[in-house]
Each structure stands twice: as C-alpha cells, then as structure tokens.
Nanobody
Framework: QVQLVESGGGSVQAGGSLRLSCVISGGMYSDRCMAWFRQAPGKEREGVAVWHTDLGSPYYVDPVKGRFTISRDNAKATVYLQMNSLKPEDTAMYYC???????????????WGQGTQVTVSS
C-alpha cells in the first residue's frame, strides 16, 4: 500500500520560508499527478498546487502564485512545496495527495498524507 508522509512544517514569521516534503513509499506514483492541499481551522480543504505529470508543469491557485513552488524528484520519490514570502493567511495543515484525474480538488485525491502544520505569525 502506498503511503505519503509529509514533513517540514513549522512556525515562522511573516515573510519567512519553509520547504515541505512528501515522501512516497510502497509505490512510485510516477504516473500520477501529485498535489498539495491545505486546511485552516473551520475551513474546507483547498488545493494549493499540483504537479501535472502528464504535462511536466505545475499549476498554482492565485493566492500562492509567485510565492510557492511545487517540484518532484522521482529518484527520491519525493514531492516538495517551497513556500516563500509566507503570510499569516497561509497558516493551515498542509497535505500531500495523489490525484486520480489531475484535478486540484479534494474529491480527486486517491491517497492522503497525515499532514504537516504550518503557522505564520504577523
């Protein structure tokens, strides 16, 4: 069974940076689109970024464009999310997910990690 394990979360001040990692074990998901989602308290889980394996390119939602970068290292079976210029509104639990149809929506996820907390203070 394929497992996704996130790490790299933490507490930073606004303007700081963090790099999240998602290690894929028990399988490669090499042909799957991989994505990052986040969920803030009292809010629905929302997609942040997806690496389109089919296109070899990323997609970002508007609030993180220009600040976040998703990347994938198949040799290390790891997906990354580099987060720069962090804002308090980025505070959330961040989840890695494998997608069925490459749609950046929680309904399209076929597997989730356990999440890693990111807290940004002003």
């Amino acid at each position: 069974q394929v497992q996704l394990v996130e790490s790299g979360g933490g507490s930073v001040q606004a303007g700081g940076s963090l790099r999240l990692s998602c290690v894929i074990s028990g399988g490669m998901y090499s042909d799957r689109c991989m994505a990052w989602f986040r969920q803030a308290p009292g809010k629905e889980r929302e997609g942040v970024a997806v690496w389109h394996t089919d296109l070899g390119s990323p997609y970002y939602v508007d609030p993180v464009k220009g600040r976040f970068t998703i990347s994938r290292d198949n040799a290390k079976a790891t997906v990354y999310l580099q987060m720069n210029s962090l804002k308090p509104e980025d505070t959330a639990m961040y989840y890695c997910a494998a997608l069925r149809s490459c749609r950046l929506h929680s309904n399209d996820a076929i597997n989730w990690g356990q999440g890693t907390q990111v807290t940004v203070s002003s």
